[in-house]
């Protein structure tokens, strides 16, 4: 199997669409993402047993770059969501033995927490710990450290807590945290609300068949938080963070100077900072859209390759654990912030409302998770996406535009959704998340000559959503196809946006451009199946 | 018309590339219809622009567009044309930094007095109060003509105008709310760097429901080529401060100076004098689904159902008895918000974009070197393309635009807008609007006042008001942003004396022009 790797990079030329064209003939189309984690058990308890060790991690210029994980000591005892499935991954249930990040926790509202903390890192780091953001947690064993109790080799630690809210949660070492947050000491921790939300967001459960507006089911819940206006059809999780690689080689030459097992501490100056690896999930563009648990990266299991259809509705867990701000800008749309460390933020008079801001960028603070909720459906932008216009289907021919006969049919807000009236026509494939004011208008401009413009990997060869089908004869503007065989990255004609730092210098690996903390956001014709099983 | 030396050395330039194109490629063409579907024209005959096809005897297609004259133009048509390509820029220590950048290629007489290039369909159309009025301007850089503010649509003239002719930031955009906006972008070349092919492409930032075709990103859809023009259109349903800029290799494109402002202006601009602002929103707000929006005139989307949808953007206040406080000729709003809270005095808004220059990048931007991406640090601090003193002056403080002479001798418009900060204490509102954006590819930046309030309104284009009506406005004396962020504050004058104020950053490191310690990101408010 082969994907969208790191070699590939270096052929890079000056502009992002000029990615060679071999790159691409390798390439082959995988979702594959949501928010993949590990959980302890069930009936109100939660136990995870972790270690921290050094591993390699890879990274799209060729470089192993040495760095500090945490894992799991024994296997946990399952992974959510049952969906994803096992899959072909070498990573047994969903857990390596470091990773960068570290497992993502999760647990039930209510759940009493054990995190045991075994220390395996090389003797230059005689302890380490974990720091859980938003929880009130007790510690047993191991050896006093200076924010939280530490885990030495010869004594590791347990932590405590009870998940009493839900929402998302970073975790990270307390240890001389500028060097093992730096090294990849960092996870997030996941709280599922207690409240079901039935009524609003529908029944919900996770198991191996489980579906979701007659698509394939990978959320966790039905809802964000216990408000039952938090209700989401799919969710990705994006863990922000930087590398200085020149750190991480000075530890890696001070392990590898010492042979004993008494090595002083490392000695490691992190100070100033010249970060030059800009992290999505441990991943650089474009590693990071190679699906989760990809055997090439058995350390960094979590990929950044979000989908979705027009009208669905996108939690976004966003978390930052690096020790810089990272703009990231979200093409496509506005989210609405939810809440901040699991911290609803609602309106002062009534209570219930929300009062998040509505953003283009999220603000990364450092040490932050951000929960927001995003959503597209191409309203207001006064043509036909869907190129219906061009849907005329002649007798014994092929049709025109996308072939896709369905009328819109608005429901209360505008869209075309299972709740319109009449909800389908009969033997005619329902067009959901349509905005039907738009329906059959035509695009406004005429496009450039397909000659004088260059494509780029994930454009769809024509301005619509959707594979458009082109009956030669017509004497109609359908599209500007692309030339015979070229091959795209998005084979089913979504639409992309693209996600990725402001501080655009972040989106380069090691000086290299692209790279760094970018992906793409495919908003998928609304029939195309999200796949995302493993 | 005599053909100058640059458009000949342009040419040549360009030979490789349309050498390698077909015959039968299209190269420069520019979109502005004068009616839409959306937006008919006056003549009834001919409401709309529109493709007619027929088929040839060799079985092709044959297009031909027809449609009204710009006598008879739409008002909520609004176009623009600029140029991809590059430039020089002079920053207030004196050194000349050279940029790839964005130039007017309309709108010109607007772009050298500071102010958005954009206009209605009819006046680019060469149509202006009743009367002819194509483009008239320089037919080759530095003849030292003045230009009027139609398009420029010859091949030749777009060269001309087009070629080393660069601003920083690029041409303001402004249009309001129900307008149809077509931006066409001219790819002229970067003659400077003639081992370049770049495209170039129009990210409208924070734009609300994109169309990943219009969304500018090279990868999601397609990138004109030198000497092509590709046509962006947009809608405008949501008030707000935006920004445009170049999505062709980011971290070097938006570093080399590729980079504009854009906002969109409220329909609540446009209610008669005395009009309750709170009615109007309410009715629009109500207006039943399928059947034409009602509360302001000219309305051309519907509205949001703020009870439903957790993207609304404006809900509505709180019941008051906010009305229209003047014309349109004296009080504009920013939002729609219903309550009058979002007042200033017409002519005292003030878009300000914080950009940074490495010059080091800008010299290996110019040569023909690997650029270094992670030691990028700027040295200029700037205020849209200027730092201070320049930001409140010009061409050797005399206020005005700042111009630059480029490599092949002659002068041209380099930085054309100003940031100097104007309240009078006469003014029906004595309010002023500033439109806050960060394009810096490198930092954060803050910006602070001293003796005069700011009240951040907006964040992000969208009013601060939670979805229970409640708005969630504050006071401070700095802001903090990074790339790719915007807000909205108002500065409030009421309770303040006349006086000269400062805008500045307290990043205090970037109060500097590269090694003169002094300058950077400031500006004055005067307080008159």
Sequence with gaps: MTYFTRKHLMWAGRAFASLTLLAVALWQPAAEAAVPGITGGTGGTATFSLVAQAVFISQPDGASVYSFGYGCAVAPAGYMPAKLGAGTSTIVNHCAIAQVPGPTLIVHEGDAVTVNLANLLPYGAPTTSIVFSGQQVTATGGVPGILVQDASAAAPVTYKFTASKPGTFEYHSGTRPELQVEMGLYGVLIVLPAQANVATCGAFVDNTTATHNGQPDYRLAASAYDHPQSCYDREYMFQLTEMDSNIHADVLTQVRACATTTCPEFVVKTDPY????????????????????????????????????????????????????????????????????????????????????????????????????????????????????????????????????????????????????????????????????????????????????????????????????????????????????????????????????????????????????????????????????? | MARNKLFWTAMIALLGVSAALPAGAQSFRVQCPNGTVLHHSSDVNNPYERIVSTVDNNHQIVNTIVGPDAAHANKQIKCQQISGGDGYATMADGQQVYLFAFGPLSGIQNITAGLPGTVPAAEFNGWLNGAAAPFSGPTFAGDRSVANNAGIKEPELIMNNGVLAGNAPGPMMAIDEDDEFFLTLSNVGMIMRPDLFEQHTVHFHGYPNASSYFDGVPDASVAINIAGSFTYYYTAPDAGTYFWHCHITPPEHLQMGMEGQLYVRPRQNRLAQGASLYGALAAYTASPAGSQPVGYPDVSFPPEDCTKDLLCTTPLPPSNTATRLETAATVLYAYNDGDGSTRYDAGADYPIQMMGFDPNFHFIGMTFNPEPFADMKDKYFLLSGRGYPDTIGGDHGVPGPVTTVDSDGLRRLSQPQPTLIQIHKGGPTQRALLRISNLSVTEYHTLATVGIPMTVIAFHARLLRDMSGNNLYYNTNSITIGGGESLDVILDATNVPAGTYFLYTTNLDHLSNDAENFGGMMTEIQVL
Aim: hydrophobic share 35%.
């Design chain 1, 274 to 534: 010249h970060p030059n690896y800009f992290l999505i999930n441990g991943r650089s563009m474009p590693d990071d859209m190679d699906p989760s648990f990809a055997p090439q990266y058995p350390y960094q299991p979590y990929n950044g390759n979000p989908h979705m259809h027009p009208g669905e509705t996108m939690l976004v867990r966003e978390v930052a654990h690096g020790r810089i701000q990272h703009p990231l800008h979200i093409h496509g749309n506005h989210a609405r912030i939810l809440a901040r460390d699991g911290n609803l933020l609602l309106s002062a008079t009534d209570g219930t409302s929300f009062a998040g801001p509505l953003v283009f960028t999220y603000p990364t603070v450092s040490g932050q998770a951000t929960d927001s909720l995003f959503g597209w459906t191409g309203k207001g932008l006064n043509w036909d996406i869907y190129n219906h216009a061009n849907t005329v289907v002649l007798p014994g021919k092929s049709t025109l535009g996308n072939g896709d006969a369905s009328p819109c049919y608005a429901d209360a807000n505008g869209s075309f959704t299972s709740a319109s009236t009449p909800p389908a026509v009969p033997g005619v494939t329902a067009n959901y998340g349509e905005w039907c004011l738009d329906h059959n208008r035509p695009i406004p401009i005429t496009p450039p000559d397909p000659q004088i413009v260059a494509n780029g990997l994930w454009y769809g060869g024509t301005p619509y959503l959707g594979v458009q089908k082109v009956y030669a004869g017509r004497p109609t503007f359908v599209s500007t196809p692309l030339p015979p065989g070229t091959s795209v990255q998005n084979p089913e004609a979504g639409y992309a946006f693209m996600w990725h730092s402001h501080d655009e210098r972040e989106i380069t690996t090691n000086d290299v451009f692209p790279g760094g903390m970018m992906m793409m956001l495919l908003i998928d014709p609304p029939t195309f199946v999200i796949d995302e099983t493993l």
